[in-house]
T-cell receptor
């Protein structure tokens, strides 16, 4: 079973920041938080991951709370092409093949 | 640089038949994982192949089997198809069993069992 809880859906206006929350209250000290997204009719795409520090790359920022029980993925300037299902996954790094996907959050970016 | 290639893109089979799906990993990757995604659900891990051996397996029956070839490509075989096997089958490649960020997914094979 997935170790994360995400809202099933969210809307965001184009050009605004999209903030996607994820709860992972049972996360262990050696587990990372990963975010993937799946655009319709495509396979999942890696976005970002982190352990306890906030992370930023060219796609997004990841904010992890100090107690690590929740995190937020931030798309700073959402575009229509960011409409997708976003998955938050927790797992030990270098654990092997298994990514456990939950239901994810369906983000709709609207003009 | 080609990413992960899966074939065929769509397939219709009859209940009880057998099916083989194919995956070519991203250049430089040597590990292949297979996932099943039912409509409206997240992908579910089937198994992973590395060095031509099954290294890890999810909660799927023995009807699901696989193979990895010396060129790192892989096949997923499903025997005695059930209606419930209808799904999108995704292949993901990585360098060694690897970190969670290193996976590149293909666009999948849509299998319909009638």
């Amino acid at each position: 079973d997935a170790k994360t809880t995400q809202p099933p859906s969210m809307d965001c206006a184009e050009g605004r920041a999209a903030n996607l929350p994820c709860n992972h209250s049972t996360i262990s000290g050696n587990e990372y938080v990963y975010w993937y997204r799946q655009i319709h009719s495509q396979g999942p795409q890696y976005i970002i991951h982190g352990l306890k520090n906030n992370e930023t790359n060219e796609m997004a920022s990841l904010i992890i709370t100090e107690d690590r029980k929740s995190s937020t993925l931030i798309l700073p300037h959402a575009t229509l092409r960011d409409t997708a299902v976003y998955y938050c996954i927790v797992r030990v790094n270098n654990q092997g093949g298994k990514l456990i996907f939950g239901q994810g959050t369906e983000l709709s970016v609207k003009p | 640089d080609a990413g992960v290639t899966q074939s065929p893109t769509h397939l219709i089979k009859t209940r009880g038949q057998q099916v083989t799906l194919r995956c070519s990993p991203k250049s430089g990757h040597d590990t292949v994982s297979w996932y099943q995604q039912a409509l409206g659900q997240g992908p579910q891990f089937i198994f992973q192949y590395y060095e031509e051996e099954e290294r890890q397996r999810g909660n799927f029956p023995d009807r699901f089997s696989g193979h990895q070839f010396p060129n790192y490509s892989s096949e997923l075989n499903v025997n005695a198809l059930l209606l419930g096997d209808s799904a999108l089958y995704l292949c993901a490649s990585s360098l060694e069993p690897g970190a969670g960020y290193g996976y590149t997914f293909g666009s999948g094979t849509r299998l319909t069992v009638v």
